[in-house]
Structure formats: C-alpha cells, structure tokens
C-alpha cells in the first residue's frame, strides 16, 4: 500500500481509526523526510543580533554579563566568559533585568507631591527639575542614600554628598557589615578575600549560601562545577536553615541558631588534640586565646549537647579540613546573630589553623584598588549608623534626602519606622524604575534609567584575587521601546553639581584612560591609545589585570573573646502561640527589587518549588504535631510586627525554626508584585550586635498562630505525577568509586528486600487475623 | 564532527554538579518564548516549563538530604511520542531530534499521554505578554498558539544558527559551539550539549565511557534517550554520621 501525505491525511481524517491505520501502513521513510520539512518555523527566522559585553547592575558583585541586542531590542542575557569575576557563569536571575527594563508598569513620568499628605501626580520634566534644584541648593543639609557600591555611581553620590556638607549612607535589607568587619580584623583588608573554590579539595561554608545568593553566586557556581569535577571535592556547610548550599553539600550541620562560633571551636580542638596540622599553624591560631580556652571548652561531645550537632559530624569536618587544599567561609546568617562578628571571626580564623591563606585553593586576599572617580563602598552602613541617621530625619535636621537603588520603606523592620522619618524631611527625591513604597513616600519622582541605557565602572565584590574595574556600556538607546522619559541618576546629580564631572559617560571614560596611563602595557587591554584602549575594554567588559595582587601578610590573629559573644534574641508574645526562631532568607526576587519581574516570581524556590507568594518553612514532624499543614495559612508575630503566610512543611527545617522569604509583600508595586504575600523584612527585630552595631536579623523570635484557613500552595512540586520507584530513580546516588550500574543493582536488592519484608509482614499480619 | 545528516544531537547531565539554582529553568523560557506562568498556573498543577528541576528528599533531620535532577525532553531514539500522533506533527530527525512541528499539530494530546517522562506541554490557553513585555520575545522562535503541544527542541534555532554559520564559514562545527540556552546558563557545567555520533565530542565520551555514573531514565522502556545522567556521588554513602542530637536548645 502506498501513500501520499494529501492521501494519508485525507484518510486519517475520515477515520477514528486513523492512528492505527498509521501505525500499521508504514510510510516510506523518504516520504516523511520530505514531507516532514526540517525547516521549522525556527529555520525561517534570521535576523542579526549583536552581543555586547557588560556588567550585571542588580546586584553588587559586578558580573560581566553578555547582553544579546536584535532591532534594538534586548533579548538575552548570558555570562561574559572573559569577565574573570563570573567566567561566563550566570545566575538565574540575570534575565528577570529585561523584564524591568521592559516592564508594563515602568515609570515614564515625574512626579510630585506637593504637600506631605497630598497625593503623587505626574509633573513636567522642566516643572521638576526646578523643584529639584531648590530642594539640592547649597543651603541644604543633604543626605544621599543608595545601594551599597564601588562605582563610578558611588563616587558622584560621596562628591554630591560633599558639596553640600552632606552625608552619603548605603542600605542593603539583610546587611552584612559584620562579615567586612570580621574581614578587616583577621586580614587588616576591607576587599573580601577570593575563596579559590575551584581549586580547593575540602570547602566548609557557615551560614554562607554561597550556592544561591551570597556576594558573588555566578563566580561561586562556577567554582562549584570545578569543585565537582576531576578529583572531586567535599563540602561541608553550617547553617541552621536549610539553603541550596546546604542542599548541595556533602554535609550538612544545623546547629541551634547563634551557636556556630561554637562548631568552628570544636572543629580547632579536634584539630590541635589530634595534632592533624603542622605545629606552626596551630601556635599562629592559638596565639591570642587564653590558654587552654579551645584545648579544654569546646569537646565535642559537650558541643553536641550544647549545639545539637553531632560529635560524629563534628570530626568528620575536622578531619577532611585538615587535609588537601582547604577553605572556610563565613557569612550570612552566621553573621546576623547579636554575636554575629564573634561567629563570623572564629569561623574565618580557621582559615589560619588549617593553613589555607595564600594558597590555591584557599583564600586569596584581594588588592585594594585605589581608583579616581569610582567610590563608595561595599560595606553597606551598620544598623546602629541607620538608627542614627533615622533619629536626625525623625528630628527634623536634615532638608533633602536623595534616596537611589534601595527601597527603605520596604526593606527596613516596622521598629525603625523609616516612614515616620522620611514624613520629617521636607524634600525626599527618589530615583526609580518601578513604584515601590520608598518612592511611594517621596515627595519627588525622578523615573530612572535601567542599566541597560546607562553607562558605569564598578569595582566587583570580591574580586578574582587581583585588580579587576567591570565596565557597564548601554547596549540600549535611551528613548527606546519602553524607556521614554527616563532620567539618568549620575547626569542628574552632576547636572545639579556641574563641579563634579561634564557627564556620566566622561566620567566612565576617564576611569578607564586612567587604567590606560597607569598599566604601562599590561593587563587584558593593550592598546596604542586611549581611544583604542577603551575599545577594548568595551569588547571585554572592563579592564583587569592579573599583576595586580595582594601578598599575604604575616597573620596574626586577635583574641575572638574580647568580642561579645552575647547570643540574645527578640522577646515574643506567649499568649499568642508557639515560639519559634525566625531565619529570613533571600531567593530569586531579591530584597524585592526583581519582584515585578514575572520571570523571577516564577521562579521556583529550589528547596520548597514554591512561587509567586510568601511561605513559611516548619520541620514537618513538628508541622504534624501542631495539626499545620501544606497551605495552612499561619501568623507570624513578632515585637516588630505580623505577617501571614502559607506553611510548607518538609524534613529540612531544623525543630524550633522557621524559614521565611524575603521579596514580597510590598505595599506599593507593579502589577506583578503588588498584593502579593508579606513582608517578612518588617517584622524583623531591631537587634544590632553589640560589638559592630551591624543588624542581627537572625535574632527574631516570632510567635507562630494558625489562622484556621488553608489556601492552595502554589508550587511546581506535584505538576509532573510521580510514579512509585525504586530508591535512586531517578537521581542516582553512588559512593567515590561506585558504578551506575553496580549502585542501580545495588538499590534493586535493596528493594526487593523491602518488598519480600512487606510481604512476609503481610501474610504474618494476615495469618494472626486469621487465628484471631 | 561528522556529516550532518550522521550527527546526532545528545545531551549529559550530571547531577553531581547540578545544585538546583534553576538557571536553566529561566534561561529556556526566556529563549522559547514560553508563555508567563502566573500564581494560578502553579495552583492548578498548568505550569510549562520545557526543563523543569525535580528535587527528591532522603532521610529525617538532622540527617537529611535533598536530591536534584533538571528533566527535559530526552529525543528518545524509540520515542513513544512518535507513533501515536496521527498527523506527524511530531517525528525524528536526521540528527536525532524529536521534532515538534507546530503548524502541523491538531491538540489530540496523544503524545503527551504516551510520554513518560511527562515533558510535554499543551496549550490550553491563546499566551499573551503585555505590549512592553513582547519586546524581549524571541524572534528566532515561533510563539505557540492555543491548541498546540510543546516541548524542549534542544533549542534547535541555535543548532541552525550555529550549523548555517559555520557553513558559510566554510568550516566544520566545533564541538562546544552550540549551547542550548539550558547550558549556557548552567553555571556549573552540569549541562553538556553535542553530537553523541562524534566520538572526539565532550558529551560522546561522557556518555560512552564504561566505567563511570551513567545511566538513563526509566531503561526499562526501551526508549533510548539522547539524554545521559551521570549518577550523583556521595562521599559518606557508606559512613554512619547518623548519630541523632541528643539535645536541641531552643
């Protein structure tokens, strides 16, 4: 029997029974090559894209991106493989960018408010301008607040700043000011050091979630992959939340919230009584600590009892850190804590005791780049110094406060009452893309470029272990599709300060001609000149140059003991419900600054699969025996507030604790972000560490209530069915060494054991029935 | 690199390295054009999503673990998919891709019943992006009206790209110089793309050496992927750190 498609069709459509007919009648297979084109709707399309190097601008670590541009359009981002921070790694949210560049709800106008309960409307550019100009006069005492940053940014904000005697403080929501300080003691530097990841054999990680959000996670990822491949190495991590790091290591420790230092100091005891380093490091660690305070306090036996984690666990990590290349990280909530920088030290000065300073695969210390017009810093301002601040707002001292890049109203706890300040400062001009509540106080709107139409030169955080200026180029004109009206901050300031610079792009420009005089031929751009230099710089993305290092000074550490190690947490409510630690966490949205970005509200949380609302993590043994479920919906209380969410159990989350994340809940917003959640940041307490005065976020105690009500959890988790399988299907887990194939017969005997357990349980259970 | 009508395109994923950042996730919505999926779609179980991340959980706190596999379309040589659709919408290839054909599908769904993987879509709703968002739609690929199945194409507008170039180029394609959009934003090269016909490519020798981790989902069907697994590794598979807390101050 023979075919045509016409007569084929023709047939099939006639007949219910097409599909057999099909099946059965086997057309030529010349036929269905001709038939069926290989040129798909995708072979038809051809249109030239360009790709142009530059910086990712959402984050602070100033990773060089690839951004690819068609008909004027942006339409992808990919990691820049040149760029030595990310090494053409990307993080999964560099694309959520594009979204808010092309956002439905992007501010196109000015707006003002022309008394402090009036409400915003739109004014003209030239009408704003000149309230801007009376509002930054040389008689105002100026406050300018922004994100934290080493950029060309940073610099023209210090120097507004300073031309009106004013002052410049930057804000990050779950701030890590403990982290540079701890940094700065140990390595007298205030560049966070380069983990040397990839190289390393054994990585033991505190509170850190290096894997997903922490400093650098494009960099990090692609060190992972090193990590994982040829000799393999191990991870160990140290938090009480159960992050993607977590998720990802080889070992996982949850000691009780606060207690890492103690971990760190068992880890050092094992080490010194079982003598697994050199003598020299291990006078070099105990140099300054009271005698016989780590020999004799931090058994890990007692350890156990006092931190819940096992002594087992405990000398598994020392033993693998003594070994090979080996590094320690600290951060995150391990430096959130009232005695945040005790923990964030102790972990980070067994860097010293295992010998890793310097070496590959350890921590490399990063130079510190003096470089004209780029400023600011990395280190965002300490809680205490916000307290501060705030009280002179609240007080009424100041007359201007130029707010960019940081949403303050959203991210700071209800105990500071930021909007109760900003309602006291008679003038406060935001700069932005989208609404959000900081702009939603502001009595001036300024609609702002995306970084995609702007130019910039930032230092990354941290960088690669040697000199490296990101360079950020617009890949996208201004006035187009979607950007009308949109003002640039750096011009805008330089327009009210002509003293500071001709433009933004002058600026960016000189940053990199200083690079071109200064590196007498070396580095990734060597050129004739300038002109060319920067040319080159434009095709890499920046200009680095790895002569540019830091020699390892002769370390000496200080007594971790004389800071406070004070672990206190925020006083709850009893009456109201169950006490619980609460652990914030920060996912793909961000402090919330992607959360008008579809792409990023869909994506789903990697633990729970959760997206688009706010959920809380509880142990699901503990959920049980409270009566919560999935979906139930819970109140969390606590001296800064409430919020509701949506419980999620699952085995991961350490009893006594729950997980929240950060992102939604803004009061005002875009259409994709608005009435959307909570905001676990409001309700976090105002605690500060004593000895830094940095904000410890992680010392929230909150009273959990069910509110009776349970609401569908949106997750992907359960879109796909899951069939019943053997263990190890489908993720295979084998031992170092271990075949496919030996691990899959493995599991299978395993299995049909538990099978013929059942069975035999079974027919015993039938067979008592039976007597019965 | 062989001739193309002998290639053969595959994909390995290694699990060691994926850590479930879902990158890849978004990189391929964003380079197919897959419709937005709001908080409704995740409520009803309607996500779309050509790769999605599966994670998988082992043991009790303290002593818990949590497994992560991405799973996409695995162009299976024996594809059960095939067969069933009666207008040939949706075929194999010359190079070893399960092909869509999207002007050709009727929505009888019949290919994604007989998919065990489960890594077809269908589009019960017409997609639609505010005016604004339509900018960042790709041109290279088609968006896929209501009615119509959908699934992972390996990013085949890339692998015409990638092969039209080096044809005019005049030149072999290198092994590496097509990435699908999942690879590309893999940052920790869990992903690796190439022609399992070449035995000089990356992804043919991962998927071909004997004594290793690889294995395929769901063998017992006989389907024959192009997709590989490189089994994760557990260095304390066989210790016993298991030792309960004894206490846990809160």
């Known amino acids: 029997m023979k075919l045509n498609r016409r007569e084929f069709l023709s047939l099939s459509g006639k007949s219910a029974a097409g599909a057999v007919i099909f099946a059965a009648c086997s057309i030529p297979e010349k036929e269905l090559i001709v038939q069926s084109p290989v ?57 959520s960018a594009i979204q808010l560049h092309y956002n439905p709800d992007r501010l196109h106008d000015h707006k003002i408010r022309r008394s402090k309960k009036g409400i915003l409307s739109n004014i003209s550019k030239n009408d704003a301008n000149k309230l801007i100009s009376e509002a930054t006069s040389k008689d105002k005492k100026i406050v300018v607040v922004t994100n934290p940053t080493r950029s060309t940014e940073g610099w023209v904000s ?55 959000n922490w400093i650098s996670p494009a960099g990090y990822g692609d060190a992972f992959g090193k990590l994982r491949s040829g000799n393999r190495g191990f991870i160990a991590h140290v938090e009480p939340r159960f992050s993607l790091t977590a998720a990802s290591s080889d070992l996982w420790v949850s000691p009780t919230p606060g207690k890492e230092a103690e971990i760190a100091l068992s880890i050092a005891n094992i080490i010194i009584k079982e003598k697994l380093v050199p003598d020299s490091q291990i006078k070099d660690f105990l140099n300054k600590f009271p005698e016989g305070k780590v020999e004799f306090g931090y058994d890990p036996n007692d350890v156990e009892t006092r931190t819940g984690v096992s002594a087992k666990k405990i000398h598994e990590i020392a033993h693998r850190i ?33 010998g890793s300073i310097g070496k590959k695969g350890g921590v490399i210390l990063n130079p510190e780049i003096k470089s004209d017009y780029i400023g600011g810093d990395a280190k965002p ?41 900003l309602a006291n400062v008679e003038n406060v001009i935001s700069f932005g893309n989208i609404m959000n509540e900081t702009l939603d106080a502001s009595d001036i709107i300024i609609p702002e470029t995306t970084f995609f139409e702007e130019w910039g030169s930032e230092i990354p955080n941290p960088l690669p272990g040697y000199k490296t200026i990101s360079l950020q180029q617009p890949v996208v004109v201004k006035e187009g599709p979607g950007a009308s009206g949109a003002v640039s901050y750096v011009d805008k300031l330089i327009d009210l300060e002509p003293s500071i610079g001709s433009s933004n792009k002058s600026l960016v420009k000189k940053v990199f001609e200083n690079e071109y005089t200064n590196s007498e031929n070396t580095g990734s751009v060597i050129a004739k000149n300038k002109t060319s230099f920067m040319n080159g710089v434009q095709q890499r993305g920046g200009f680095w140059n790895i002569n540019e290092i830091k020699d390892p000074k002769n370390i000496r550490l200080k007594n971790p003991f004389d800071y406070s190690d004070v672990n206190s947490f925020s006083e709850t409510d009893s009456s109201y419900g169950e006490e619980f630690h609460l652990i914030p966490f920060t996912t793909t949205l961000m402090d919330g600054k992607l959360s008008n970005s579809p792409w990023a509200q869909q994506s789903a949380d990697g633990i729970t699969s959760a997206a688009w609302q ?159 | 690199m062989v001739t193309e009508d002998k290639r053969s395109w595959g994909m390995v994923i290694d699990t060691d390295k994926c850590n479930g950042c879902s990158g890849c996730v978004t ?202 697994y490189l089994a994760t590794i557990d260095p304390l598979k066989y210790k016993d750190l298991g030792e309960k807390a004894k206490s846990n101050e809160h």
């Open chain 1, 39 to 95: 040129d798909m709707p995708e072979d038809l399309v051809r249109g030239i894209d360009t790709w142009y190097a530059t910086s990712w601008n959402e984050g602070a670590s100033g990773d060089g991106i690839l951004v690819r541009v068609l008909e004027g359009r942006v339409k992808k981002i990919k990691g820049n493989p040149d760029h030595p921070v990310n090494r053409g790694a990307a993080r999964s949210n560099y694309d």
């Open chain 1, 158 to 212: 210090e120097k507004f700043a300073e031309s009106r005697g004013g002052r410049y403080l930057t804000y990050e929501a779950l701030e890590e000011s403990n982290l540079y300080e701890a940094i700065y003691d140990i390595f007298e530097t205030n560049e966070i050091p380069h983990f040397d990841i990839g190289n390393a054999d054994n990585v033991l990680s505190f509170g850190a979630d290096w894997i997903e």
């Open chain 1, 322 to 354: 003594s070994k090979g290349n080996s590094i320690v990280i600290a951060g995150g909530s391990t430096s959130a804590y009232t005695n945040g920088k005790f923990n964030t030290y102790v972990a980070f000065s067994l860097n010293v005791l295992i």
């Open chain 1, 381 to 421: 301002s300490s809680l205490k110094e916000w307290q501060e601040e705030l009280a002179q707002w609240r007080a009424g001292y100041v007359d201007t406060v130029i707010i960019k890049g940081v949403d303050l109203a959203y991210s700071m706890p209800n105990s500071l009452d930021v909007r109760g300040a």
């Open chain 1, 614 to 772: 706010t959920w809380v993590e509880i142990n699901s043994n503990q959920a049980k025996e409270l009566g919560i479920k999935e979906g139930d919906i819970i109140f969390l209380k606590s001296d800064s507030g409430e919020i509701k969410c949506l419980a999620y159990p699952h085995p991961a989350v350490q009893p006594g604790t729950l997980c929240v994340p950060t992102g939604q809940g803004t009061l005002k917003g875009g259409r994709y972000s608005s009435d959307r959640g909570s905001n676990v940041l409001k309700i976090l307490s105002g605690k500060s560490d004593e000895e830094s005065g940095a904000f410890a976020w992680a010392s929230t105690k909150v009273s959990l209530k069910r509110a009776g009500g349970n609401e569908k959890f949106p997750k992907f988790e359960g879109n796909v069915e899951a069939f019943p399988a053997e263990p190890g299907v489908p993720v295979l887990v084998v031992a170092p060494g271990q075949t496919a194939h030996e691990a899959e017969e493995e599991n299978h005997h395993k299995y049909q054991e538990i099978l013929n357990f059942r069975k035999h349980h079974d027919e015993e259970h039938n067979d008592e029935e039976h007597n019965d």
């Open chain 2, 27 to 228: 990189a391929c919505q964003v380079e197919n054009n897959i419709p937005l999926n709001d908080q409704n779609k995740f409520e009803r179980g309607r996500v779309m999503s050509w790769i999605r991340i599966e994670r998988y959980w082992e043991g009790e706190f303290p002593d818990v673990k949590a497994r992560f596999i991405p799973i996409l379309c695995q162009h299976c040589a024996n594809a059960p998919c095939e067969p069933v659709c009666p207008v040939y919408a949706t075929y194999h290839n010359d190079e070893g891709l399960n092909i869509q054909v999207y002007n050709r599908c009727v929505g009888t769904r019949y290919c994604a019943n007989g998919c065990p993987y489960i890594v077809r879509f269908f589009n019960y709703w017409e997609p639609a992006w505010p005016e604004d968002l339509r900018n960042h739609l790709n041109p290279d690929v088609t968006i896929r009206s209501r009615g119509i199945m959908e699934k992972c194409s390996f990013c085949i507008q890339r692998i015409k790209r990638g092969s039209r170039k080096a044809k005019e180029e005049n030149r072999e394609l290198q092994d590496g110089e097509i990435k699908p959009a999942c690879q590309e934003a893999c940052s920790t090269n869990a992903i690796v793309f190439g022609d399992l016909n070449d035995p000089n490519s990356e992804v043919s020798k991962l998927s071909k050496s004997e004594s290793d981790r690889k294995y395929t989902l769901m063998p017992q069907l006989n389907t024959d992927p192009n997709v590989v």
